[in-house]
């Protein structure tokens, strides 16, 4: 069923083929035409936790479910992969359902069908949309709160890479950090999808000094995203780096190591500097869970008391998108200010690369391993381009 396919509600059921008339005189009739295939949609099932050979396509027959009240069903052309995607492979992300189960916390496509009382989303509607999981499916079936419409010129991956990355981004800083002229920010992982997010959105600010981490391959593509100072975690101490250039701090820094990262981050706040944690990245050593990294992440994880905080005027804020999935009216005010942002041309998305829903290992590996610079893309199907490649 291709995305044309869609109709107001779900598809019809198959006509029964017409009955043909027995040629007079008698002889054989003709025979019967064959049955019409099952419809069939495919869907990436996390099997069991584990390494990437757990994550397979599968292909379902049959209709799906027709929306329930307050409910749209969407045909599901992107998907963006997160890191919480990676920790949910391996048993590491509490959020994650029981396996057998769909991954995936945003999509983009267009509406199929609309439930009963759902009245501002139609079908054909262009949606992105949040949730806990079980995004990473050619149809899906979610609450119409959970969704919002595309800006116009915005693709289908763009809008697939734009919820996660740049609602986590936009309220570390602004909510949490309350970002302001002339201060400097440290982002880790800057290449990452939260870190281009949070780059484009310093940059609506003035005079915004950034310090990003990253290997140094990926250093040019920093500075021309506007990063001020690169920082090679792999062959540098970032913390002496940044002593160098900023002797007394930084005035907002971004977390998503955890363990001893935690708390290099909170000594290198300025006073009435921010720290804002909101990932255990160090968890991640492989593409299983590894014991040994597990206990030396939390053994170091960061530690201090409200006396403490008073004494040395810092502050520390713990962000989760992933348990801020009931708070629509909360999310909805924050897409609709950063849709404004992409309007104005201030902020869009980078696509690092996409993969059919086929090659999800290698789209893994390539978040895992952080060769990405952007956001990396799922799709059900083999973009046009790739499949011309595959043919020559």
Not at 267 to 291: D, E, I
């Amino acid at each position: 069923m291709s995305g044309e396919d869609a109709a107001a509600g779900a598809p019809a059921e198959p006509a029964p083929p017409a009955q043909q008339p027995v040629p007079e005189g008698g002889g054989d009739a003709p025979a019967a035409a064959p049955a019409a295939e099952p419809p069939q949609y495919r869907a990436l099932v996390l099997s069991g936790f584990g390494g990437y050979d757990k994550v397979k396509m599968q292909t379902r027959r049959g209709e799906p479910a027709p929306p329930g009240p307050g409910e749209l069903s969407v045909r599901v052309r992107a998907c963006g992969l997160n890191f919480a995607d990676l920790l949910a492979r391996q048993g590491l992300y509490d959020r994650f359902p029981q396996p057998p189960a769909s991954p995936g916390m945003e999509c983009a496509g267009t509406v199929l069908a609309v439930g009963e009382g759902v009245t501002d989303r139609q079908v054909e509607d262009k949606v992105m949309v949040l949730a806990r999981a079980g995004l990473w499916q050619e149809i899906v079936t979610v609450q119409a709160n959970q969704t919002f419409p595309v800006p116009d010129g915005m693709s289908f991956e763009e809008a697939a890479a734009f919820l996660v990355n740049y609602i986590t981004a936009y309220m570390i800083l602004f909510d949490f950090g309350n970002l302001r002229p002339n201060q400097s920010v440290l982002i880790h992982m800057a290449a990452g999808g939260v870190g281009t997010a949070a780059i484009q959105l310093c940059k609506t600010m003035e005079n915004i000094t950034i310090f990003g981490t990253a290997s140094a391959s990926k250093h040019d593509a920093l500075k021309e995203s506007g990063v001020t100072h690169p920082i090679d975690y792999r062959t540098m101490d970032y913390v002496e780096e940044v002593r160098k250039i900023s002797p007394k701090g930084i005035d907002i820094v971004l977390d998503p190591l955890g363990g001893s990262d935690t708390t290099k981050a909170f000594n290198l706040l300025k006073p009435m500097g921010k720290l804002v944690t909101y990932g255990v990245a160090n968890l991640l050593t492989g593409q299983r869970k590894n014991l040994m990294a597990m206990a030396k992440t939390w053994w170091n994880q960061f530690n201090i008391n409200a006396l403490q905080l008073l004494h040395l005027n810092k502050a520390v804020c713990g962000y989760n998108l992933g348990y801020l999935d009931e708070e629509f009216e909360l999310i909805g005010g924050v897409v609709a200010k950063l849709v404004t942002l992409y309007n104005q041309g201030k902020i869009k998305p980078k696509i690092d690369s996409v993969w059919p829903f086929e090659q999800v290992t290698d789209a893994m590996r390539q978040m895992q391993e952080k060769k990405n610079i952007g956001k990396v893309i799922l799709v059900p199907e083999a973009p046009k381009e790739e499949a011309k490649k595959a043919d020559k």
